[in-house]
């Protein structure tokens, strides 16, 4: 759902600028309690995982695609705040390395794939955790709910700025209609990719799941004929290190894997904006993408004729990028977080 340059005119871009900027200044604030010195670089990594799986686009269609937003899954892995900085960080490699998303419409994309997934995703997830039985199921299933619903609220989003600010007169009702329910159809794939990703995290670290803290309730003990909280037990000798090395090298190498080899075999029909646009007719003054002549754009190596190792080479190089940007971004907020604990 990546929008160009064009589809939304310049004052509304603006504000859309505005409010995006003033959503990652609270989250870089609100991301210094969710970050330490294990889930900075975790958190680099879903950065990096959700541009690979962004480059997947799956048919939901006749002639349409869909992929990733990953708002939700962001937001479920490494929490709310460092989930929008997440998507935020995603958005602005791929505009800026791969044109991909017009850069003076960034504000609008950030608003619309990062901002209301994220809300939206989490809320639903909190609310769903709070009614469901407290296990690892139920983290999941809400996961899966929480993405589906995130997809279409979305596209609303962007229909209702469309409404404000749309550069053509295509009415808006036939926007929003056609808009949600594609993206509702959209939403099944992200739902699916959200909880199978959040199940394997769960299973091999639920500690590292940031909406999965707290999952089990501590074990009770009536002494003097009152309840009390049980010491916690000693981790066994053979227990797993406290650090998350080896889910961060899998991760890793399943994103390299993705975006090298099989991004290839992605649906190379429209997304669901695009279809959407060329059938309603609001592409009309879509405008060329400033970074167009990147040696990146359109997720291809200028120079290298073979489309499967252009493609693979640029998809390798995106993940090496986005995973580099994040880790230091993370890192950064990680240690001012420290340095204000220590004041």
């Known amino acids: 759902m990546h929008v160009p340059d064009g589809f939304i005119n310049a004052p509304v871009s603006v504000a859309a600028g505005v409010v995006a900027a003033g959503a990652v200044a609270v989250s870089l604030r609100g991301a210094r309690r969710e970050l330490d010195e294990r889930t900075a670089p975790l958190a680099g990594l879903v950065a990096a995982f959700i541009f690979a799986v962004q480059m997947l686009n799956f048919p939901v269609a006749a002639g349409t695609s869909g992929h990733l937003l990953g708002g939700a899954l962001a937001a479920i892995l490494v929490g709310p705040w460092t989930g929008v900085l997440c998507i935020a960080v995603v958005l602005l490699m791929q505009g800026i390395l791969f044109a991909d998303g017009g850069l003076t419409a960034l ?26 039985p407290r296990t690892r199921a139920s ?11 995130s997809v279409p609220a979305s596209a609303a989003a962007f229909t209702l700025l469309y409404a404000i600010g749309g550069t053509t007169a295509v009415p808006v009702g036939k926007v929003l209609t056609a808009m949600v329910g594609v993206h509702t159809l959209i939403g099944i794939g992200e739902a699916v990719i959200t909880m199978l990703t959040v199940g394997a995290v769960i299973a091999v670290r639920p500690d590292l799941v940031y909406g999965a803290r707290g999952l089990t309730a501590p074990l009770k003990l009536r002494v003097g004929g009152e309840l009390v909280d049980a010491a916690p037990a000693a981790a066994p000798a053979a227990a797993p290190a406290g650090s998350p090395k080896k889910l961060w090298i899998g991760g890793l190498v399943t994103a390299l894997v993705l975006a090298g080899f099989v991004s290839f075999y992605a649906s190379a029909s429209p997304d669901g904006l695009e279809k959407v646009a060329a059938d309603k007719g609001f592409d009309a003054k879509v405008e060329d993408h400033a970074a167009a002549d990147s040696p990146l754009a359109d997720y291809g190596v200028k120079g290298i004729e073979t489309a499967r190792l252009s493609g693979g080479l640029a998809g390798t190089i995106g993940v090496g990028a986005t995973l580099a940007v994040g880790t230091g971004a993370f890192w950064v907020v990680r240690r001012r977080r420290s340095a204000a604990l220590e004041g």
Do not use: H, Q
């Open 107 to 132: 504000g609008v994309n950030i608003t619309v794939m990062g901002v209301v997934t994220v809300v939206v995703a989490y809320a639903l997830f909190r609310g769903l955790v709070l009614l469901l």
């Open 139 to 149: 983290v999941t299933a809400a996961s899966f709910v929480a993405a589906l619903v």
